[in-house]
C-alpha cells in the first residue's frame, strides 16, 4: 500500500467520524481525493525518506565522536579526527528538540490564474498538502500560516492525523478576504511567533515588492525554503490577436496585441527580466528555490530539491 493510501487509510479509520464527513463539502472531498490518486504513485515512502535526509540534523545536536563501526554512515566520518587517529571516527549526534515545520501558503487573488488544468492557488494547496503529509509521517511538528496582503488564519505546530487533516482542509477550502500580496506579512509574522529555528516553506507566485529585508531576516533565523508558482504564460503569450489582459489583484485591465512581435518580446523579457531578479534575490539571501509550474509536474520537483539538499549535507 503507497505512502499516501496508509495516511489516508489512518485518517478513515481512525480520526475522521461519519460527523466529520457531512460537514466536508463533496467539492473538497473530491479535491483531496484527487490529490492522493494523482501522486499516490509518486509520493512513496522513498519520497519520506528522502525528506528525512534532505533536513536531516536540523534539530540534532553534536555530542562526541567514537570509532567507526561496519554500517555507519561514511558521510559522519569525523576526517580530522580520522587523520589524527589514523584510523576512522565518526561523529556522534542526539537529538536536541523535535523539528517544526511551518507552511506559510499565499491566497492571494493572482493565484487565480492557470491556463493548463489548474490554477495557480491549486497547485499551491497541492503542494502544500504534499509537505504536511511528509512531515507529519516523520513524526514532526507542523503549522500553517495562510496569507494575502493580511494574515488570513494561523494554525499552530502540532502532531497528529487529526491536526493534519485540519491544516489540509484549511488549505483546500479557505476563502481569502484580502485581495493583494505581501511578503512582508507572513515573514514578520513568523519572525514574531517562531522563536526557536524551523524550517519554514513560503509558498507563493511572488508578485510582490520590497520585502528583501524581512527575507533577509527570516533566512538568517530559520532555514527558510521559497516555493515559486508559475504559470507559462506569464512569460510567453500565443499568438491570438487581441486580448484582455486584466491584473487580478489591482483591478487594472489592458487590451494587448499578440500578433504584435515587438511587445510580445518586450512581454517575455520583461517577465524572464523579473524571474531571474527573483532567483538572484534568492541566491543572495541563501534561501533555497524550488519552481513549480502550472503546466509541470508537482512531486519530481519537491523531491529532486531533497535529493540535491541530501548531497550537500
Not at 493565484?111 to 512531515?135: D, H, P, R, Y
Not at 515588492?209 to 531576516?217: D, H, R, V
Not at 539571501?285 to 519530481?300: C, H, N, Q, W, Y
Request: hydrophobic fraction near 40%; include cysteine.
Amino acid at each position: 500500500m503507497s505512502f499516501f493510501s496508509n495516511v489516508f487509510e489512518g485518517f478513515k479509520a481512525t480520526h475522521i467520524s461519519t460527523e466529520e464527513e457531512e460537514n466536508i463539502s463533496p467539492e473538497l472531498m473530491q479535491k483531496i481525493r484527487s490529490i492522493q490518486i494523482k501522486t499516490s504513485h509518486l509520493v512513496t515512502e522513498l519520497m519520506v525518506g528522502d525528506y528525512v535526509s534532505a533536513f536531516k540534523g536540523r534539530g540534532m545536536e553534536f555530542n562526541t565522536v567514537r570509532e567507526y563501526q561496519a554500517g555507519d554512515d561514511i558521510r559522519l566520518i569525523d576526517w580530522n579526527v580520522t587523520a589524527r587517529m589514523e584510523q576512522p571516527f565518526v561523529k556522534e549526534y542526539i537529538e536536541e528538540r523535535e523539528l517544526n515545520v511551518m507552511l506559510m501558503v499565499d491566497v492571494s487573488s493572482s493565484g487565480n490564474f492557470g491556463t493548463g488544468e489548474k490554477l495557480k492557488n491549486e497547485i499551491s494547496a497541492e503542494v502544500a498538502s504534499i509537505l504536511a503529509f511528509a512531515a507529519i509521517r516523520n513524526n514532526d511538528k507542523i503549522g500553517l500560516v495562510v496569507f494575502s496582503d493580511k494574515i488570513e488564519h494561523y494554525i499552530p505546530p502540532k502532531k497528529g492525523k487529526a491536526h493534519i487533516w485540519n491544516i489540509i482542509r484549511t488549505i483546500l477550502n479557505y476563502k481569502p478576504e484580502g485581495r493583494l500580496t505581501d511578503l512582508n506579512i507572513p515573514l514578520e509574522y513568523l519572525l514574531k511567533i517562531q522563536k526557536r529555528k524551523c524550517v519554514a516553506f513560503l509558498i507563493s507566485d511572488f508578485q510582490a515588492t520590497n520585502y528583501e529585508t524581512n527575507l533577509k531576516l527570516v533566512s538568517k533565523k530559520h532555514d527558510l525554503v521559497a516555493i515559486a508558482i508559475s504559470d507559462p504564460r506569464e512569460t510567453n503569450l500565443p499568438k491570438i490577436g487581441l486580448v484582455h489582459l486584466r491584473d487580478a489583484e489591482s483591478g487594472e485591465n489592458l487590451i494587448f496585441d499578440t500578433n504584435d512581435e515587438e511587445a510580445t518580446k518586450l512581454y517575455s523579457v520583461h517577465a524572464r527580466q523579473i524571474r531571474e531578479k527573483l532567483k538572484r534575490l534568492f541566491r543572495s539571501t541563501g534561501v533555497d528555490t524550488i519552481e513549480i509550474r502550472t503546466d509541470s509536474a508537482v512531486v519530481e520537483p519537491i523531491v529532486r530539491y531533497f535529493k540535491i539538499r541530501e548531497k550537500r549535507h
